[in-house]
C-alpha cells in the first residue's frame, strides 16, 4: 500500500477512536436507568380481617406486607400481638388460640418499618357443648 495510502487510513482510524473517545465521556444521557426499587413498607394487611375461633381452637392469620404501588415483599416479617391475651393469644407466625369469650384485636407490626401496622379482629366463642355460667 502506498505511503500516503497508510497515511490516510491511520488518520482516519485516529479520528475514530478519537470521536468515539470524547462521545463516550460526553455529559449527554446515555440509555435510561432503572432507579434501584422503593422498599419502604408503605402497608400491612392481616387476612382475614375478621374471624371468629373457639376456645382452645387455632386460627391462622396472614399479614401481607406492601411497597409502594402495591409491590408485595414476601420476605419481610412482621411482629404479631394480642390486646387481650386472656382473650387470645398469637404466636410469632401469626397462629391465634382462643383463651376465653370474648373479642380481641390481632396486630402485625412491620420489622422494618414498626410505624406500618395492620390489624384482624377476632372474637373467641364458647367451645361446642361447653358450659357457661352466668353470674
Excluded at 13 to 28: E, K
Excluded at 40 to 54: E, I, L, Q
Aim: proline letters at 7%; aromatic letters at 8%; hydrophobic letters at 45%.
Amino acid at each position: 500500500m502506498p505511503s500516503v495510502l497508510r497515511s490516510a487510513f491511520w488518520f482516519a482510524a485516529l479520528a475514530f477512536i478519537a470521536t468515539a473517545g470524547v462521545s463516550a465521556c460526553s455529559d449527554t444521557p446515555g440509555p435510561p436507568f432503572d432507579p434501584p426499587p422503593d422498599t419502604t413498607v408503605h402497608a400491612v394487611s392481616v387476612s382475614p380481617a375478621f374471624d371468629t375461633v373457639t376456645i382452645g381452637a387455632k386460627l391462622t392469620l396472614v399479614a401481607t406486607v406492601e411497597g409502594n404501588g402495591g409491590v408485595t415483599f414476601y420476605h419481610t416479617t412482621v411482629m404479631w400481638s394480642s390486646s387481650a391475651t386472656t382473650v387470645a393469644t398469637v404466636d410469632s407466625t401469626g397462629v391465634v388460640t382462643g383463651v376465653a369469650v370474648g373479642t380481641v384485636t390481632i396486630t402485625a407490626v412491620s420489622n422494618s418499618n414498626p410505624q406500618v401496622r395492620g390489624a384482624a379482629t377476632v372474637t373467641v366463642t364458647p367451645a361446642v357443648g361447653m358450659a357457661l355460667r352466668w353470674r
